[in-house]
């Protein structure tokens, strides 16, 4: 389809549909997830809340699933009992690539969604990627990082100015923003922001949600993004004349945020070390795209170019949306990792079969140094004997070259990276 972005998630759907009768693509509003899926659907259905829908729904609802196959069924949360139609029908028509689900929403809680185990695969799609935006060379791929391969050295720097990277930030790697001006890409996404608030929250479930303390809670967690802000702390941040946010309040806010897939929260690693320390298992929290936090503080390009601190959290976010998205085509996961010594890493992508590496994220090259000695200390106390040493240690950073330092560290920028 002319003007569509090539992405990971499209060979990661196809797998899926060769083996399930069913695949239900997850993912926030707008990040892409109906496009994918009609790059291979042969039919598809819109489903609404709508009176014809109702009574097609109460009459016969098998009349939903008839269709070329793979049917895809958009926004198929609207009508739950739907799940279970799909399910019957991938029992008895026992074929594989029936049926691409997508919606930017989990049913509501009270939904009697029955186990699909067998009949349904499921995939996450978050916006694109920097190589996927055609914004990185993808000269060094996560998979040979993970498999110990050294990347190929490149003596021709990535010259990302500060304000490139600023707008990156502030698109975001939203389909329908790629092309438009920072500026124009933040007032389509307050936008967006109000409607999530407005209505989105609204429809996850029938429990009554307050805007004005949503909008609060969002700006909290933009302003303390990529940190271990506790749930205490935002919703002591949230406050105002009527008094602090309840824990519980707080609790069922942010899994709301989550539940319409705008939050993707980073766990903590667990691993052995040799060290005395103890490892933190707080999650830091992180929009799934950086552009979220831009625009619900209400900034711009120059108001984060600004505040370079700020700045450089949020580029890490962007570079953990990458990493997610690049792990994900990978079989695997990302982590952050901290002990009660203060010892951290960014970020940890680790395989199912147990193998992982380790990264920094650093906006400015000048601070390389620093995160390849915090890497090795790192390395040193992690007990192989009871685990495996990592694959790699790699600093990202804004700009400059592929490299290698003598200690073994990989220096990437992030327009060279990909899955």
């Known amino acids: 389809m002319d003007g569509y972005y090539k992405r990971f998630a499209d060979s990661e759907l196809n797998d899926r549909l060769e083996r399930a009768g069913a695949v239900l693509v997850r993912g926030p509003k707008g990040c892409g997830k109906t496009e994918t899926a009609r790059q291979q659907a042969k039919s598809e259905i819109v489903i609404d809340d709508s009176e014809a829908i109702r009574q ?37 028509r026992q074929q594989t690539g029936q049926f691409v689900l997508t919606g930017s929403a989990n049913p ?31 000269s060094v ?50 936008d967006n922001v109000e409607l999530m608030v407005e209505v989105d929250l609204s429809r996850v479930s029938k429990k009554k949600r307050n805007p004005l303390r949503i909008r609060r809670l969002m700006r909290s967690i933009a302003r303390n993004i990529a940190t271990e802000a506790s749930i205490e702390t935002l919703r002591r941040d949230v406050g105002g004349s009527d008094g602090d946010m309840a824990y519980e309040t707080a609790v069922d806010y942010i899994s709301a945020l989550e539940r319409i897939m705008i939050l993707e929260n980073l766990d903590a690693w667990s691993t052995h070390i040799t060290s005395a320390a103890t490892l933190r298992k ?61 010892k951290e890493v960014d970020a940890i992508v680790e395989k199912r079969d147990g193998s992982w590496a380790a990264f920094e994220i650093k906006l400015g090259f000048n601070a390389v140094s620093e995160a390849s000695k915090s890497l090795l200390d790192f390395a040193r106390i992690i007990d192989t004997e009871n685990g495996s040493p990592p694959t790699s240690l790699n600093v990202i950073t804004g700009s400059g070259f592929v490299s290698r330092s003598a200690d073994g560290i990989n220096v990437i920028p992030v327009t060279a990276l990909t899955a």
């Not at 016969?60 to 949360?77: K, M, N």
């Not at 830091?284 to 552009?291: G, I, L, N, Q, T």
């Not at 976010?317 to 002990?339: C, E, F, M, T």
């Open 141 to 190: 791929s996560l998979k040979s990082l993970l498999k110990s391969a050294l990347p190929k050295l490149e003596y021709e720097a990535h010259n990302n100015p500060l304000s490139a990277i600023a707008d990156w930030i502030c698109v975001g790697g939203w389909p329908a923003h790629i092309k438009l001006s920072s500026d124009q890409a933040l007032f389509a996404m307050r």
């Open 282 to 342: 707080a999650r830091k929290y992180h929009f799934v795209d950086p552009s979220l936090a831009v625009a619900v503080l209400g900034l711009n390009q120059q108001r984060i170019m600004d505040d370079i601190l700020y700045m450089g959290f949020l580029f890490e976010s962007l570079v953990l949306r990458d990493l997610r998205i690049y792990a994900q085509h990978n079989d695997a996961k990302v982590y952050h990792y901290r002990d009660s010594s203060g």
């Open 108 to 138: 509501e809680e009270q939904a009697n969604l029955h186990s699909g185990f067998g009949r349904l695969a499921a995939m996450n799609m978050r916006p694109l990627s920097l190589y996927e935006s055609k914004l990185s060379t993808g």
């Open 56 to 92: 097609i729904m109460l009459i016969d609802s098998q009349i939903l699933l008839a269709g070329e196959t793979p049917r895809l069924i958009d926004e198929w949360q609207e009508q739950p009992s739907l799940w279970n139609t799909i399910r019957h029908a991938i029992d008895n």
